[in-house]
């Protein structure tokens, strides 16, 4: 995906509190463009199979449990430096911590629940692209 591509999921409780457009309208106006967009929920068996780098850590059982509470929508970003300029419009995963103006500031309740999900490498942004989108859902 060569540093044009980054994965976002707008996590539940973003969703479910209806901070999905917004948090869009946050994307577009950072210069990215949306080149595939899907509304869907985690079942179990995914969830685990996209958070199996996490495996074993005291916090994976209840990322499982958030992934699949509800609702998700998963996107790939494209823009120039997609990954780095998209952790810099997120925020630290911690909202407490993290800079005024970024997604997770406004929109996060916790470091659990922190509103988005964002690729932290080209590699892990093929990946999960892959894990969501075939090549003909991508435009």
Same mark, same amino acid.
């Given at each position: 995906?060569?540093?044009?591509? !980054?994965? !976002?999921?707008?996590?539940?409780?973003?969703?479910? +509190?209806? %901070? =999905?457009?917004?948090?869009?309208?946050?994307? /577009?106006?950072?210069? *990215?463009?949306?080149?595939?967009? +899907?509304?869907?929920?985690?079942?179990?068996?995914? &969830?685990?199979? *996209? %958070?199996?780098? /996490?495996?074993?850590?005291?916090?994976?059982?209840?990322? $499982?449990? *958030?992934? $699949?509470?509800?609702?998700?929508?998963?996107?790939?970003?494209? +823009?120039? /430096? &997609?990954?780095?300029? *998209?952790? +810099?419009?997120?925020?630290? !995963?911690?909202?407490?911590?993290?800079?005024?103006? =970024?997604?997770?500031?406004?929109?996060?309740?916790?470091?659990?629940?922190?509103?988005? /999900?964002?690729?932290?490498?080209?590699?892990?942004?093929?990946?999960?692209?892959?894990?969501?989108?075939? =090549?003909?859902?991508?435009?």
């Amino acid at each position: 995906m060569n540093g044009r591509y !980054t994965l !976002t999921i707008v996590k539940p409780r973003a969703v479910e +509190k209806g %901070y =999905t457009a917004p948090i869009l309208n946050m994307i /577009h106006e950072g210069g *990215f463009r949306i080149s595939a967009l +899907k509304m869907l929920r985690f079942n179990r068996d995914d &969830a685990e199979r *996209f %958070y199996e780098v /996490h495996r074993g850590r005291p916090f994976y059982e209840g990322l $499982i449990e *958030f992934m $699949i509470s509800g609702p998700i929508v998963v996107a790939i970003l494209e +823009k120039e /430096h &997609a990954v780095e300029d *998209f952790r +810099k419009l997120i925020g630290n !995963t911690d909202p407490a911590l993290a800079e005024e103006g =970024t997604i997770r500031k406004l929109y996060a309740e916790s470091v659990r629940s922190n509103a988005v /999900h964002g690729s932290d490498s080209d590699e892990n942004a093929a990946r999960e692209a892959s894990f969501f989108f075939s =090549t003909a859902e991508r435009f």
